[in-house]
C-alpha cells in the first residue's frame, strides 16, 4: 500500500526540467548528497509567517495592556454630544467600543492566519526531519498530515520527538486561545470629565465673597429672628440627604447639592468648589456608666438628647430608633445664635447617644463588633436600649460658620432616623452606620443654611462628564495568552535549530508541496490508492501547469 496514495514513477516522468522546484537534492549513497540551497528570498518567504505570528501576538497583547486598559470609548456615536451648563456641546473624535472590538478582531484574525501559515508547512519539515532520523509509523504519518499532532506513543520516543510533539501540541493550543483574549476585557459603564471643552464658568452660592468679607443678606436676618425658617432648613436637611446619598456607607466621601449643576451628569468635575467635609477620628464605646460625664449621669438618655434638640436651630423633632445624636456641654451650653459669622474648623470630642429601639428587636449583627462589655442602657419601663460612645471628630467646610451647622446637624440628623432612607443599614455595622449618619447630617445642615442664607457667588469652571464605556482588561488572562503564543516561536526557533544541526535537508525553505516531490517508488501499492477514485491519480505538467486524471491501469502507466 502506497502511504501518500502517490506513484512518484508517474510524478517525476511528467514533471519535465522546466518545472520549478525549492530545491533539488541527488543521492549519492546512504550518507552523502549534493544539496543546492534555496535562495534568500524563498528563505525569507518561508520564515515570514513565523516573524509575523510572533509580531502581531506581541502587538495584540501591547494593544490590550498600554492602550485599551482603562481607556474610555464612546458606546454608539464617534463624536457624541455632552451635557453643559449651556446645552449640548460636540466632542472631539473618539472610537465607538464596536470599532476597537472590530480592530482586535481583525488582528487576531491576521495572527491565526499568519500562525496556520507557519504550522501547516512545519508538519511537512517534521515529518521529513522524523523519516530521515528514525522513521515514521503509518498512524503517524497520517496523525502529522491530517491532525498536525505526533501518536502520544512518539512522543517519549527520544528528545527531539518530544521537543517537537511539544511544538506541535502548543501550536495547537495557540490557535484555539482567542476565547481567552476577547475575554480578558470586560466593559465598564462610566462618566469621564471631558477636559478639552472650553465651557462658561458655573456660579456657586458662598457666605464670603472673593475678598472674604461676609455679605449680609435679607435671608440672615430671616434666619436669626423666624424659628420656623430655621425649622424648615433643618427638614429640608434629610431631602438633601436624599439627593446626594443612598444605603452604602461611602466612607470619606464629601458632598454637596446644588441647583447650579442639576443639569451636568454625575463624575462631571468642578475645579473650585466649597465642600462640607466631618471626619470621625475615633469612636470609644463607654463600657460603665461611671463614665458618662456628671451633667447627665442622672437623666434619661431620650430626655438628654430632647434637651440637646432644643439647642439646635432646627428644633425638636422625634426621637426613633436608629437616631444617633452628638451631645454638646449640657452644663455650660453655648447659645448658637451667639456666634459669629466666621470661619473656622471644629476639632471635638463629644458623647453621643444611639437610640437601639427595644431590647427584643436589637439586631445581634449590629453590635457583633462592639467590644462585649459595652455599657447598655435599659428603660425599665419599655424596655428600650441605649448606647454611649465618646466621638472624636473634625468638621468644617472650605468656609465654615461656626458652630451653626453643626449644632442644626443634630436636627438634620433626628430626621434621617426617622426617614430611614439614605442612610446603611443598622445591621451591617454599626460604627459605620453612625460615621455615615454624622457626616451626612452635618453636610446636609450645610447645604441647607449654605443655599438659603448665602447671598455671594464664586466663579469656577468645571469639565462636564460624558457616559462611555471603559475598557478593564484582565492582564493575567493577556499574559497567559501570550505567553502561549511565545512559545510557538521558542519551540520553533529550537527546531529549527535542532533541524540545522542534525539533518542533511535544509532546515528554511519552502516545503509547501513537498509532498508531490517525494519519491515513494518503492513503497507497495495498492490498485486503488485513492478510494474515492476508481484508479489512480496521475499528476501531470501542461503548460507549466499541475493538472491530475484518474489512471484506471497503474502497470501500463509504469
Not at 496514495?5 to 508517474?10: E, G
Not at 491519480?537 to 507549466?544: F, P, S
Request: proline content about 6%.
Amino acid at each position: 500500500m502506497n502511504p501518500l496514495n502517490l506513484r512518484s514513477s508517474n510524478i517525476f516522468s511528467d514533471l519535465g526540467p522546466g518545472t520549478p522546484l525549492y530545491h533539488k537534492t541527488v543521492f549519492k549513497d546512504e550518507e552523502t548528497s549534493i544539496r543546492k540551497n534555496p535562495p534568500w528570498m524563498t528563505r525569507a518567504s518561508s520564515i515570514l509567517p513565523l516573524v509575523m505570528h510572533y509580531i502581531t501576538s506581541t502587538g495584540i497583547a501591547l494593544t490590550l495592556m498600554y492602550y485599551m486598559n482603562n481607556r474610555p470609548f464612546n458606546s454608539t456615536h464617534r463624536r457624541p454630544l455632552v451635557q453643559t451648563i449651556d446645552g449640548k456641546l460636540p466632542t472631539s473624535f473618539s472610537l465607538t467600543q464596536s470599532d476597537i472590538v472590530t480592530v482586535l478582531s481583525s488582528l487576531l484574525v491576521v495572527q491565526k492566519w499568519a500562525l496556520m501559515a507557519w504550522v501547516v508547512p512545519l508538519c511537512w519539515s517534521i515529518t521529513i526531519f522524523l523519516m530521515e532520523r528514525n522513521g515514521l509509523h503509518r498512524q503517524d504519518l497520517k496523525a502529522l498530515v491530517k491532525y498536525r499532532v505526533l501518536m502520544p506513543q512518539t512522543y517519549t520516543a527520544s528528545i527531539h520527538t518530544l521537543i517537537i510533539g511539544t511544538l506541535l501540541l502548543i501550536s495547537l493550543a495557540a490557535n484555539l486561545t482567542s476565547p481567552i483574549i476577547t475575554g480578558s476585557i470586560a466593559w465598564d459603564p462610566r462618566n469621564t470629565p471631558i477636559s478639552y471643552l472650553s465651557t462658561t464658568p458655573i456660579h456657586f452660592l458662598e457666605f464670603e465673597d472673593e475678598f472674604a468679607s461676609v455679605v449680609p443678606g435679607p435671608f440672615i436676618d430671616m434666619y436669626l429672628k423666624s424659628a420656623t425658617f430655621r425649622q424648615s432648613l433643618a427638614h429640608w436637611g434629610p431631602s438633601l440627604v436624599n439627593i446626594a446619598w443612598g444605603r452604602a456607607s461611602e466612607k470619606a466621601l464629601f458632598k454637596r447639592v446644588s441647583k447650579f449643576v442639576e443639569l451636568l451628569a454625575i463624575n462631571s468635575t468642578i475645579e473650585t468648589v466649597a465642600l462640607p467635609y466631618f471626619t470621625t477620628d475615633s469612636i470609644q464605646w463607654i463600657r460603665n456608666p461611671s463614665e458618662l460625664p456628671d451633667y447627665i449621669r442622672n437623666m434619661h438618655p431620650e430626655d438628654v438628647m430632647y434637651a440637646s434638640l432644643n439647642l439646635s436651630p432646627g428644633g425638636n423633632v422625634t426621637i426613633v430608633a436608629g437616631a444617633a445624636l452628638l451631645i454638646p456641654n449640657l452644663s455650660n451650653p453655648t447659645g448658637w445664635s451667639i456666634n459669629p459669622w466666621a470661619s473656622r474648623t471644629i476639632e471635638e470630642k463629644r458623647l453621643l447617644i444611639y437610640a437601639a429601639g427595644s431590647i427584643e428587636k436589637m439586631s445581634p449583627t449590629a453590635t457583633r463588633r462592639l467590644p462585649k462589655d459595652t455599657y447598655i442602657y435599659v428603660d425599665e419601663a419599655n424596655m428600650d436600649t441605649f448606647l454611649f460612645a465618646w466621638i472624636t471628630f473634625r468638621a468644617g467646610a472650605g468656609r465654615c460658620k461656626d458652630y451653626r451647622s453643626l449644632e442644626m446637624a443634630a436636627t438634620v440628623a433626628a430626621g434621617l432616623a426617622y426617614q430611614n432612607t439614605s442612610i446603611p443599614y443598622i445591621s451591617e455595622n454599626l460604627n459605620d452606620y453612625i460615621e455615615a449618619i454624622l457626616l451626612r447630617s452635618y453636610s446636609a445642615a450645610w447645604n441647607s443654611i449654605a443655599n438659603f442664607v448665602s447671598t455671594s457667588q464664586i466663579v469656577s469652571g468645571y469639565h462636564p462628564a460624558l457616559p462611555v464605556l471603559v475598557a478593564k482588561v484582565n492582564k493575567a488572562r493577556v499574559f497567559g495568552w501570550l505567553g502561549l503564543q511565545l512559545s510557538v516561536t521558542l519551540f520553533s526557533i529550537v527546531f529549527l535549530v535542532l533541524q540545522q544541526r542534525t539533518s542533511k535537508f535544509s532546515p528554511i525553505g519552502d516545503v509547501t508541496l513537498a509532498a508531490f516531490y517525494l519519491d515513494t517508488t518503492s513503497l507497495p501499492e495498492s490498485d486503488s490508492p485513492y478510494a474515492y477514485v476508481n484508479g489512480a491519480l496521475r499528476v501531470y505538467d501542461e503548460d507549466d501547469r499541475l493538472k491530475v486524471k484518474v489512471v484506471r491501469d497503474l502497470d501500463k502507466v509504469a
